[in-house]
């Protein structure tokens, strides 16, 4: 597949008109960027803005509360990552690019979804383990 040149520069190297399409990304990005923590960028692909954007199951000590055990803030956490990929669903979803490119992106994050569910029903299995052993959450 060609890719149309940028700037008006033709190029017959596909490993420069990759790094260019990068280059041109992370242009768009920095100029387009406005405040939300996802974007698409011109060929679909989701971007990731916000710094940290992209940790896995990270928790801050100020949302924890005294009532909820590790299991809750856990579940808590995998649902909040589990919403931003379905808000990033429904955004590919509304784009305007292909439907083959739609569904490639729709495809892959809908394993992620996935995963996260798998992941909520583990950690529900395992506090429901705990509850009924009297297991201790910590080690």
Same mark, same amino acid.
């Given at each position: 597949m060609a890719t149309p040149p940028i700037n008006g520069i033709s190029r017959n190297n596909p490993l420069a008109d990759l790094w260019a399409e990068r280059i041109q990304a992370n242009?768009?990005?920095? !100029?387009?960027?406005?405040?939300?923590?996802?974007?698409? +960028?011109?060929?679909? *692909?989701?971007?990731?803005?916000?710094?940290?954007?992209?940790?896995?199951?990270?928790?801050?000590? !100020?949302?924890?509360?005294?009532?909820?055990?590790?299991? +809750?803030?856990?579940? *808590?956490?995998?649902?909040?990552?589990?919403?931003r990929v379905m808000d990033q669903i429904a955004k590919v979803k509304a784009s305007g690019m292909s439907d083959e490119m739609k569904a490639q992106q729709v495809l892959a994050l809908n394993a992620q979804a996935v995963q996260i569910q798998g992941q909520i029903v583990k950690v529900m299995a395992q506090q429901a383990r705990a509850a009924q052993g009297g297991v201790s959450t910590t080690a």
């Open positions: 242009k768009e990005a920095k !100029s387009g960027s406005d405040g939300e923590a996802t974007s698409l +960028t011109s060929d679909g *692909k989701i971007r990731v803005n916000a710094p940290g954007g992209m940790k896995v199951a990270s928790t801050n000590a !100020s949302e924890e509360t005294d009532n909820d055990d590790e299991y +809750t803030r856990q579940i *808590k956490e995998l649902q909040k990552q589990l919403k």
